[in-house]
């Protein structure tokens, strides 16, 4: 078991670690990025890694207005195929789903399980499941971005 610096420590090696391998990629337009916290450009539309017992990214939708939220939910579903060619895969659709914090979102997310951040043996998977899947995001985004700019 780790203390909460400790804890706080290795997830902050881990991000440094997959920012570091991460650096030298351009985004789809050609531009220098900062992939581990990616800016959608689009208020209340964020692309999130989480590590811990496990790997998670997801699209958050995270409007205040529910009908609002699923206006911009039903968006993402139109574009569901553009998003997975560009991905690679299917991903999880929940329409409404509590947060970490307790707040209603939309949520669009690939997991991983059976990987740990704590085991840094684990590293390497959780490495390659975030880059294709944000590379494939971000290629996805700089298609569909303008039709989310209101």
């Known amino acids: 078991m780790y203390s909460k610096q400790q804890a706080s420590q290795i997830r902050e090696a881990f991000w440094t670690a997959f920012g570091k391998y991460m650096q030298p990629i351009l985004s789809a337009e050609g531009e220098k990025i900062n992939w581990v916290n990616y800016k959608t450009g ?38 569901r195929s553009l998003l997975e060619n560009a991905i690679g895969e299917e991903w999880n659709w929940v329409s409404q789903v509590e947060d970490e914090t307790g707040k209603i979102i939309s949520r669009i997310y690939a997991e991983l399980e059976d990987v740990n951040i704590f085991n840094k043996s684990d590293w390497p998977a959780l490495i390659s499941f975030f880059k294709p899947r944000i590379l494939g995001l971000d290629e996805f985004w700089s298609n569909v971005k303008p039709g989310f700019e209101i």
């Open 42 to 79: 689009i208020k209340n539309i964020y692309f999130k890694m989480q590590a811990g017992k496990g790997g998670f990214i997801s699209i958050d939708i995270t409007h205040a207005d529910l009908q609002e939220q699923k206006l911009v939910f039903e968006k993402f579903q139109q574009l």
